[in-house]
């Protein structure tokens, strides 16, 4: 389980013609975001780009610390004890890293190398994630040349080698096409359910349709900040909408349109 409670996070302002230096005010990824995402569960982080989804989710990971906020992860404190909590993580973010030289099974069981696992477990993990992820033909491929959705597959298999309880997706449907972006949902699917293990599974996204069908609870950010959070009926009930859009728009752009939720 994944607890995250008034995240804040703030940058220096980069150098440019536009901007006085020192002088140059901040800018503000993210103001206050907070959710909870529960075991079995896939729990989307909705919102237009630049809401400061993939700044929470790195955040999440332990690769930005915040400037105030907690993040808890199966009750281990992330901004404590960062490595023992990514333990407890498999994270795939926006940039997929694959080394081209090397095939889909040699990629894999590096990383499992790197969590500390032995030749022979990694070589296990490796087969198993492939009939779950259905990518056995890819195994002894080089990753050079694949395709977006392959190099998902590995990246994510990847992510998962160490069998961690929770997984954190950032954007993992761009440019995948819809055959892909199916497999990608029934995968994660058989992850958060029992024969997958009921794993917490928290992905960030701008695509209202994908977070409509994929995500047990959606949570919604804008500005920086969580403004509403439950399942899309839930949601669609608190606006008054029967639309799934409708209802997101009112939410995310309540400031822009003077709509009263």
Same mark, same amino acid.
Request: include cysteine; charged fraction near 25%; glycine fraction near 10%.
């Given at each position: 389980?994944?607890?995250?409670?008034?995240?804040?996070?703030?940058?220096?302002?980069?150098?440019?013609?536009?901007?006085s230096?020192?002088?140059?005010?901040?800018?503000?990824?993210?103001?206050?975001?907070?959710?909870?995402?529960?075991?079995?569960?896939?729990?989307?982080?909705?919102?237009?780009?630049?809401?400061?989804?993939?700044?929470?989710?790195?955040?999440?990971?332990?690769?930005?610390?915040?400037?105030?906020?907690?993040?808890?992860?199966?009750?281990?404190?992330?901004?404590r004890?960062?490595?023992?909590?990514?333990?407890r993580?498999?994270?795939?973010?926006?940039?997929?890293?694959?080394?081209?030289?090397?095939?889909a099974?040699? =990629? @894999?069981?590096?990383y499992a190398?790197?969590h +500390? !696992?032995?030749?022979? *477990?990694?070589? &296990?993990r490796? $087969?198993a /994630?492939?009939?779950?992820?259905?990518?056995?033909?890819?195994?002894?491929?080089?990753?050079?040349?694949?395709?977006?959705?392959?190099?998902?597959?590995t990246?994510?298999?990847?992510?998962?080698?160490?069998?961690?309880a =929770? @997984?954190?997706?950032?954007?993992?449907?761009? +440019? !995948?096409?819809?055959? *892909?972006?199916? &497999?990608?949902r $029934?995968? /994660?699917?058989?992850?958060?359910?029992?024969?997958g293990?009921?794993?917490?599974?928290?992905?960030?996204?701008?695509?209202?349709?994908e977070?409509?069908?994929?995500?047990?609870?959606?949570?919604?950010?804008?500005?920086?900040c969580?403004v509403?959070?439950?399942?899309?009926?839930? !949601?669609?009930?608190q606006?008054?909408?029967?639309?799934? $859009?409708?209802?997101?728009?009112?939410?995310?752009?309540?400031?822009?349109?003077?709509?009263?939720?």
């Open positions: 389980m994944i607890r995250v409670e008034s995240l804040q996070k703030r940058f220096a302002a980069p150098p440019g013609r536009w901007f230096g020192a002088g140059a005010a901040p800018v503000v990824a993210v103001e206050q975001v907070g959710f909870a995402a529960a075991n079995g569960r896939i729990t989307g982080l909705l919102g237009p780009n630049g809401a400061g989804k993939t700044t929470t989710l790195r955040m999440v990971a332990g690769l930005i610390a915040p400037d105030a906020g907690t993040i808890d992860v199966d009750g281990i404190d992330v901004l004890e960062p490595r023992r909590a990514l333990r993580m498999g994270v795939l973010s926006d940039a997929r890293g694959l080394y081209p030289r090397l095939t099974r040699e =990629n @894999i069981v590096y190398a790197l +500390g !696992l032995g030749r022979d *477990a990694a070589q &296990a490796a $087969e /994630l492939a009939e779950t992820l259905d990518m056995a033909p890819l195994l002894d491929r080089r990753t050079e040349g694949f395709s977006q959705g392959e190099r998902m597959k990246a994510l298999a990847r992510a998962l080698v160490h069998d961690p =929770n @997984i954190i997706l950032d954007e993992p449907t761009n +440019g !995948l096409d819809v055959l *892909a972006t199916r &497999a990608l $029934e995968a /994660l699917k058989h992850l958060c359910g029992a024969a293990g009921g794993k917490c599974i928290v992905l960030s996204s701008h695509i209202m349709q977070v409509e069908r994929l995500c047990d609870e959606v949570v919604i950010v804008a500005h920086g969580t509403a959070a439950g399942t899309v009926a839930q !949601l669609c009930e606006t008054g909408e029967r639309d799934f $859009e409708e209802a997101f728009v009112k939410l995310a752009f309540a400031q822009e349109h003077g709509v009263r939720a």
